[in-house]
RNA sequence: GCACAGGUGGGUGAGUGGUUAAAGCCAACAGACUGUAAAUCUGUCCCUCUCAGGAGGUACGGAGGUUCGAAUCCUCCCCUGUGCA
């Protein structure tokens, strides 16, 4: 299988339509936003044209009102990755040509949770969740922390205490698996994760200058609004309500508070385009310590880059 | 032209004689990330050395001055905003 990774408007989705277009690819999304039904515009999911022409998985399967999580994606993603082996191995016997699953995202943690696996751990709980974040806003954060520090202090001290919603999780996995395991966090880390098997991976890296790819996020997110960003998040909003999690994503969040009367268009859409920046900053941080990327210096919608990409592919799959 | 307000580090904006290389916020850069991740958090952020504790240099529109000491007080000049002409 091929990965394509980069950060926000690197061209993954051009890439990743030419890589399967070339080999037969079915594509699988791993962006956690684009997974969320009727939110279109903001995520820059695939056309109707392409996603006719080259199979999709993983877009438009969640609920605008429901949670995704890594490890629902993870589950549903393998899931899919089997489904496409077994077409595969169907069509192999009848002579035809290949199925080749490209998973193209970047949401990074979703990406690992499918490749590496989570740890054995209990799910979220809602109800300590909430408790545990009324504690920290009546103690401070440094409460929590002490908490954490009794249950698991190796987890402590590797999670800083400012980092609340972090060391929630570390408390919940702790509480809720002691009554039937007995073991904090850092011990059930310690039981491995599953990983992907059955599976030649490929990563194909896409990594524009810096430069390149901001002008080029300035000028996507303007286009969002110009193309009826702020009508989308207000059917969204009146429909799902101002607590759907999606809306509180990277332009919708902007075009919630242009609605709201907060920030006029213009500062909606400057806003948007520094949170599209600082997030492609945080995935490039996120993607260099991914193992065994193949790099592309460049942009996906380019062709000189999508043939170094169709290259990569023939050689290592 | 007169009157008032103001000019601070990449931006914004505190500071109004000494503990101020100058708060806070933002940007930028670097980093973390094991079920909210398009989330959340951390570090660096004038320059040059460093035995990493520090040492030196330059800096608050410009030029002078007062003072042991000035971003802070005084004088003149330049610029910006607002009001009156």
Known sequence: MVVVLGPTASGKTALALAIARRFGGEIV?????AM????????????AAERAEIPHHLLDCVDPGADVSAGEYARQARLILGEIILRENLLHESGQRRRLPIVSGGTGLYLRALLDGLFPGPQRSEELRDRLRG??????????????????SSAASRIH??????VIRAIEVCLVSRPTSRQNMTELWQQGRESLQGFRILRLGLNPEREVLYARINQRAAKMFNEGLIAETEKLLTKYGAQAR??????YKQAVQFLRGELDRESALAA???AHRN?????ITWFRREPDVHWLAGLGDDSAIQAEGIAAVEREI
């Open 161 to 166: 205490a400012n980092d609340v919603p972090k």
């Open 279 to 283: 997030y492609a900053k945080r995935q």
């Open 246 to 251: 999606p809306l509180a994503s990277l332009g």
């Open 135 to 152: 504690r920290a806003e009546k103690n401070g954060p440094e409460h929590l922390h002490r908490i954490l520090r009794r249950l698991d």
């Open 29 to 33: 999304n791993c962006d956690s936003v």
């Open 36 to 47: 969320y039904r009727e939110f279109d515009i903001g995520t820059a999911k695939p056309s």
């Open 272 to 274: 948007a385009q520094q």
